[in-house]
């Protein structure tokens, strides 16, 4: 059995360095293998972790870099030409993340309910990323991949699919609407991998494969094992923790290595819809 890999960068934003992409994407690049970057569409620059939240230490942690010191503004992608340049190139597939990443009432983006502003965010993200990449994002990724019931129906309505942290451990049924139930159970028990659809909009679950803060060794034997038993797997990486880190970034192409040789293929969001969808 082919597995097909979903490679998914996430936290890409107006901040960000696109020789940094470049570096820590070099091999899939050079070899025009697929990667989907979760971009942030106008990062808020003050973002503040939780009280007690393990990257809270980490200073390079872009999405909140300026945890101190960060100014209460917001910054749009539509200002990084490198970036949108490097993106709009023929590996990458810009995936829309959350709008800000900004926590709102002491929730994660899309953890809020009120609908209206849950849906201004994503109609407003959409439409800065189709005028900085020339489309619309055809898939949504919220910030923590954290969803209240509210944002998950506004991402159906606007959205081809979206992803969900593996359900056992952060009790994601609680906030599926219950209109998924049904596709939910039916592909838990008949199939063995981890996705579903309901009506034509994909729900890919994350099973724990965050590269963060340095995990790669325990990532790749995780994904070597996910590897030999499902088709799809999905792995999120974070550009920001290699910053710096030359020991790191050797770990990280090894991983990529061990990847691009096995039986795997990696691919879009968009070629995966197609794929599953027929
Ligand atoms: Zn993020």
Redesign the pocket.
Known sequence: MRTYIVLRE??ANATTRSEDIERVYEPLIKLKIPVNV?V?PSVYCANKLPEGHPLLSKQKYY?YIQASEGEDKYLSVNGAKKLISLFNGENFEVLQ??YS?ERIHNCFEFGIKDTQELESRVLKGKHILEVSFGKKPRFF?A??EYFSKEAFKVATKNFAGTFVPLVSRRSFLHDLPVGFFPSYFIQKTMGKDFYFFKDNFMVLETRGLYLLNGNINDCMKLAQRLIQRFKIVVIVN?YWQYSLDEDLIKSWFNFLDSLIKCNCRFISCTDLYEKLGT
């Open positions: 996430d936290d979760a942030i999405p993340h959350g990443h990724v910030p923590h974070h």
